[in-house]
């Protein structure tokens, strides 16, 4: 990258820090954010109470993109679900039955459902194999298989999946849907997203799935950062009809 | 102490990402050896995985689970393979069972997920008959009537009709979506570079 492509690249960055920064203050300060409500993150909230409610665990899966990659703030986002879902989960004993195609993600489960049951003090019920590898991320319906299998086996009462999938989404579902389950879909493959509106109509589009940690956990710098997502929304909407303004009037 | 703890990982994450952000725009040798690094690391963690699902089939077995000993079987006769392509007592072993096995199996379950999106569509319009459910048939028979061999007058119309659909309405929603993605990436992003998010650190 010459110098004329990364300047502005790194001053856009900069300034994208600076508002993140100021919007945290904002929301610190007690000016409040108003979320839309989604049916996918009210959907998560109404499984993690009904897990706990009838004793009956869910299967999370948190997808199959790595850590090291360009879709890990996929996985991330993911990771901040399995967080919430796990936090209330462990400590009534009725761990969140996790899946993922890829090792970082795995390690990135374990600790996450490690620390759930280290705040819950039953550090001694902690098993790694809650959290389990199914298969390679170049290996998507191997992956589908594995999943299937563990949604099928009558361990599970609802079917999450928040993560990068693609087309072998379709079985897993396919495989909830005949158990009769409650299925939460989110991804950010426009492949699965297609799909996961087959499946069912609690869904996480796109964007929607970057949003979990300011639905979930409503942490001041998450709901900045939703506040963050608009105003570059409003920019990208501004210049696309910009663009087009000056397509029109000049040729 | 805690706050030790919890500092060093977020100081070396934050590090390493600004220091990776910076070598990709100005140093590329940083930037790839920060990367190669990084992906060394996640083949370490593919091998975490199998002996995880090595160890979690193994306890499976023991509880008369055969479908697992089969796992279990095949996972040690691979590494058996790989130890024997190692040593050149046999060539491309590993290769030929890939092709010979997963391969197949691989293409066979892709090959299903016709059926799976058929019964899908069809519990779609069960579960929602609404407006919604509708245009999703009328444009997913649209397509299918555009790509299928027609008498030349309805395939011409049909052709127009999946053309149009797919360049103006599945592009332009794909485009947004696709945008949507891109700004919740960089939102994300910048909250891990500036240590707001630790997914490291729970």
Known sequence: MDLFTSAPILILIIVC???????SYRVR??????????????????????????????????????????????????????????????????PPLTTTGDGTLLLAAQDSLRAAYNVAGRQHDYSPRIAQYLAAENQPMTFAAGTSDIVNRGEV??????????????????SAERGDMEQVIGSDD??????????????????????????????????????????????????????????LVVG | MRNLRRSVPMALAVGCGLLTLLGLMFIPELGDALTT?????????????VV????????????????????????????????????????GGVSTAFG???????????????FFLLFAGFRLFRRQRNGWSVLFIVTATVILLGSTLLPEALS?????????????????????????ISIGTIAVALRVLTGSARPYDK
């Open chain 2, 100 to 114: 010979l096995v997963q391969a197949p199996l691989e293409a066979a379950m892709a090959s299903l997920l016709v």
């Open chain 1, 190 to 247: 426009p492949t699965a997203m297609a799909l996961a509106v087959l499946a069912t109509d609690k869904v996480l589009l796109g964007e929607e799935v970057f949003a979990s940690g300011a639905y979930l956990h409503g942490e001041p710098v998450q709901l900045a950062s939703i506040q963050l997502q608009d105003i570059l929304r409003v920019l990208a909407i501004a210049g696309i009809l910009l663009a087009t303004l000056f397509y």
């Open chain 2, 156 to 180: 011409g119309i049909f052709g127009q009709a999946s053309r149009f659909l797919s360049d103006v309405f599945v592009g332009g929603g794909m485009r947004g979506l696709l945008i949507g």
């Open chain 2, 52 to 91: 995880n699902l090595l160890s979690v089939h193994m306890r499976r077995l023991l509880k008369g689970n055969a479908y697992s000993g089969l796992l279990v079987i095949s996972i040690l006769a691979i590494f058996a393979l790989a130890l024997t392509d190692f040593f050149e007592l046999t060539t």
């Open chain 2, 37 to 49: 690094w990084a992906s060394f690391l996640a083949a370490m963690a593919l091998l975490v995985g």
């Open chain 1, 17 to 23: 820090v600076g508002l993140l920064y100021w919007l």
């Open chain 1, 157 to 174: 009462g609802s079917n999450l999946m928040i993560g990068r999938f693609g087309a072998e989404l379709a079985i897993v579902t396919e």
């Open chain 1, 29 to 94: 300060s007690g000016r409040g954010v108003n979320l839309r409500p989604l049916n996918g993150y009210i959907a998560l909230k109404a499984q993690r109470a009904k897990s706990v409610e009838t004793g009956r665990g869910v299967h999370f899966s948190v997808g199959r993109a790595n850590l090291s990659g360009s879709s890990s703030p996929t996985s991330i986002a993911a990771l901040s679900a399995l967080d919430y879902i796990a936090a209330d989960a462990c400590a009534s004993d009725v």
